[in-house]
């Protein structure tokens, strides 16, 4: 994406926006601390020799966020060198360190994709005893080994045995429900995105923080800032999005289902003071870095008005996710099918952390692929759900699929049974790591909700534990035509 230099003073205006917006609803933000993780990449180069570096990664190294002025309301627990060491571990270890050192002074925790802040809970339960072994002797682990983080560690890390032993005891017995509020009392809210892709992680999150209110503050992209919400103490369901008419010139498509079938002429542009209260619009941008009528690929809401300024709620990232034939699931539809299927997993104490799919099409007929990574709440008397139980999610699935799909399955046999393969916990994780390896970005990471490419399809399927079919075909009749 093309960017320029003035494009950090419009970013940096946004974010100097959302800390006033919160105060107003969550007091004494000012008395404590901010554990966020954040995370910048190593840049490369691109064919013509300018570089190229995630944008997150563009603000963090920036003179804006390197020499910003103290902010009582914007204090981080991580040291800056922290955040810009670009070795991920040393990175992420040094934050998390901090973030235990000064536990009772952190009051939001956050990172900027709620997938981010599991990444980092992930990574405490498979290090508390190195943190407990640090904070004991009051020595950084070798494992870091960047000069600056160690310098910025060393002026916070003294010997502390009773936090160490607060440590060992939270993390000892391998209960994790509630950790964040366990470690971090004083915690009021998590600072993550979970509108979009991220809206399947709020049950884990909520696992883990025991049910402390999620903020989605603002929606931005690589290619341009757009808004940010009015309301950040909402439900996540009720998020909506003011854009900020300052950072970009919008236009909106409308998105009209029966339009587009009936191959009439292209719908015409509308401004962003012209959307109307309850249409669906595509975004497209004009920015100030060169893009022009650019299509973003979401899909937006009109819920209301801010004075004169309209409000979105984020629908969807447009495209088709999976086919097999003239069947067409997108990212919402996959993930209302997951939720539904979940509800069958409560009782058992357990809930999907991380999915994905693929459009098995080798054999015929081809049948989606769901794989999903469970957690089960054994702590708190859950159990892993049997294969009755997994197949009855299976079948739950196909019954929330569209109209389209159902008949392929129940009157044509076009598509066959979908399948879900369940993969070992960390599975997600590692594909995390895959794509970072690859030069994904670690704060804008999302997890896939479709793979096509074969080495991650290699890995899932690498990984799969157990496989189960949907036992019958969905319900379908002409009559119910929806
Ligand atoms: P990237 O350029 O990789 O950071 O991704 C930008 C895309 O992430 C946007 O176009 C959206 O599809 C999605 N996104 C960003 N912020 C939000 C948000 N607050 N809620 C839902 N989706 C978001």
Known sequence: ?????????????????????????????????????????????????????????????????????????????????????????????????????????????????????????????????????????????????????????????????????????????????????????????????????????????????????????????????????LRPMCKPREVSYTIMPNMAYFEFLPVDPAAAAASGPPPQLVDLADVEVGQEYELVITTYAGLCRYRVGDILHVTGFHNAAPQFRFVRRKNVLLSIESDKTDEAELQRAVERATELLKPWGATVVEYTSQAETRAIPGHYVIYWELLVKEGEGGRWPGKEVLQACCLEMEEAMNTVYRQSRAADGSIGPLEIRVVRGGTFEELMDYAIARGASINQYKAPRCVTFPPIIELLDSRVVEAHFSPATPEWSPRRNY
């Open 1 to 229: 994406m093309p960017t320029i230099q003035e494009e950090l003073d419009r970013r940096q205006l946004l974010y100097s926006l959302l800390m006033p917006v919160m105060n107003l609803y969550v007091a004494g933000l000012d008395k404590g601390k901010g554990l966020y993780f954040l995370f910048v990449k190593s840049e490369s180069k691109t064919p013509g020799g300018l570089p190229a570096r995630p944008v997150l990664t563009s603000y963090y190294k920036s003179h804006h966020f390197r020499a910003r002025p103290f902010d009582p309301y914007n204090v981080y627990t991580s040291p800056t060198a922290a955040i810009l060491c670009a070795d991920a571990f040393q990175s992420m270890y040094s934050q998390m360190l901090c973030g235990l050192l000064d536990r009772l002074a952190v009051l939001r925790v956050g990172a900027v994709f709620a997938s981010g802040l599991l990444r980092a809970i992930r990574f405490l339960q498979l290090h508390w005893q190195e943190f407990a072994r640090d904070i004991a002797t009051g020595t950084l682990s070798s494992m870091v080994t960047d000069a600056a983080v160690r310098d910025a560690v060393a002026e916070v890390l003294k010997p502390d045995p009773g936090l160490a032993e607060f440590i060992v005891s939270e993390c000892a017995a391998g209960d994790w429900a509630g950790v964040v509020t366990r470690i971090w009392p004083n915690t009021k809210y998590l600072d993550v995105i979970v509108t979009g892709a991220m809206a399947q992680y709020i049950p884990t999150l909520e696992y883990y923080s025991g049910g402390l209110p999620m903020t989605c503050t603002m929606y931005a992209s690589s290619e341009c800032y757009f808004g940010l919400n």
